[in-house]
């Protein structure tokens, strides 16, 4: 394939959004919208230049950590896209093949659509415009077409009344031959409604000096440009419509799909079954045959084969889950490896610790890893039997088929086979509870309830 160059421009200020954040850095997915266009252009191994506004440090730290190789360039003067283009030079000038350019702001392109336009260029396209038809077409540059070719494109201020009636309208995303871009990039001019240097206009002059331009039609869906918090929330919803019929066409049941939510690195096995209002956060890898019941939240985790988790369960902070673990309602594990076969039936915390295989985690178990300053570890062994409420004091070692006493808060390490009791020993009072009765009521009485 010849070699590509994309350009990403991210200079905009996104006022829109009403944020202190610029908006390329709103996650969808749980990922910055500008580091899911990084991601698509990354899968065909492109070159990476990223065009930001001059106070963007915060961009540029997000995109080299994306991307190191990525140039940056910066936009001091917002004077439309084709000055922003030629903040690029540097790189453009020394692409040896195809150059493309895309938004920052636009997170749900498709690796599809780069495809098409690839393959457009490669067959002798100079130029390929990608089109799409919005419901509302409104402020949206329109593609004068003539058969397979674009004649110009007309932005919706500067068209016509009979222009404004064609609802193919521009995404701004256009594909170059390299030399074609540096070809017109400084023919562009400003004489138009709003005094800017537009990219489009690239099309006439294009077309003037008898290159070919091409389009080809993407789908509305995956051009959504986020530039405030409906368009964000409208670019989340489609990716989280995106990434549901993924999982489902690659054998995972979703119980309830629209109360599923996806990050965008989420990594499901075949024949996992999701009950409704599950989170996935980013980070999660999930196997085989594993069943997640409704109410999870997971992120940073990965889960093995077989296993069951929830209702009503958090599991993140690097969590490692093994084959056949069973994590039930409201266990909460954190920063912790747990073996295969075992399990945590209900109402636990389990964080900074290592739990073997085949150990039984009793109801109300609270592994106490931090003492106000530090966070210590709790290593407990295969087939150990922990008893219900009790409380381990990090750092502790319980050893291999040892027992710990319900109610016991474990302080020093359990040797293996070992029977550890740490709770006061019970007294029994005969025929004291009815004279605790009688001094409960006089003191209800008192109050005159």
């Known amino acids: 394939m010849t070699e590509l160059l994309s350009i990403i421009l991210a200079a905009g200020e996104g006022t829109r959004m009403k944020s202190a954040l610029p908006k390329v850095l709103h996650p969808v997915g749980g990922l910055p919208v500008v580091s899911h266009v990084l991601r698509t252009v990354q899968s065909f191994g492109s070159q990476v230049a990223v065009v930001i506004g001059p106070s963007h440090e915060a961009v540029e730290a997000a995109v080299t950590r994306f991307e190191a190789s990525a140039q940056i360039s910066k936009q001091v003067d917002r004077l439309g896209t084709a000055h922003a283009v030629q903040q690029a030079r540097a790189a453009y000038d020394a692409a040896p093949g195809h150059v493309l350019v895309l938004y920052a702001d636009t997170p749900l392109v498709t690796a599809g659509t780069i495809s098409q336009i690839v393959e457009k260029l490669d067959a002798g396209a100079d130029m390929v415009v990608v089109g799409f038809r919005p419901d509302n077409p409104t402020g949206y540059g329109r593609l004068l077409t003539d058969g397979g070719r674009v004649r110009a494109i007309r932005e919706h201020k500067d068209a016509s009344d009979e222009e404004r009636l064609i609802d193919l309208c521009n995404s701004g995303i256009i594909g170059f031959r390299g030399d074609t871009l540096r070809g017109v990039i400084d023919r562009i001019g400003n004489q138009n409604s709003k005094g800017e240097y537009y990219l489009t206009d690239a099309v006439e002059l294009a077309n003037g000096d008898g290159k070919r331009v091409d389009f080809i039609e993407a789908d509305a869906r995956e051009l959504v440009g986020v530039d405030n918090r409906e368009k964000l929330a409208e670019a989340e919803a489609t990716f989280q419509a995106f990434k549901r019929k993924e999982a489902m066409d690659n ?111 009793g109801a109300g178990t609270i592994t106490c890893n931090y003492d106000g300053t530090n966070k210590d570890k709790t290593v407990i062994g295969d087939s150990v039997f922990i008893g219900s409420n009790a409380s381990l004091v990090a750092p502790v070692t319980i050893g291999d088929r040892a027992y710990t006493a319900s109610g016991s808060v474990i302080t020093e390490d359990v040797p293996a086979d070992a029977l550890a009791l740490g709770r006061a020993r019970q007294v029994n009072k005969p025929g004291y509870a009815p004279q605790l009765r009688e001094r409960a009521l006089a003191k209800k009485a008192a109050k005159g309830k």
């Open 251 to 361: 054998g995972v049941t979703l119980r309830d799909p629209h109360s599923v939510w996806f990050s965008w690195d989420t990594e499901l096995g075949r024949d996992v079954t999701v009950f409704p209002n599950v989170v996935f956060g980013p980070g999660v890898r999930i196997a085989d045959n594993v069943e997640i019941r409704a109410f999870c939240d997971i992120e940073d985790a990965v889960i093995g084969e077989g296993a069951s988790i929830g209702p009503f369960a958090r599991i993140r902070g690097g969590a490692e889950l093994g084959r056949d673990v069973h994590l039930g309602n409201f266990v909460e594990v954190k920063k912790s490896k747990i073996g295969a076969g075992t399990k945590a039936g209900h109402l636990s915390y389990l964080g900074d610790a290592e739990i073997g295989s085949k150990t039984n985690i």
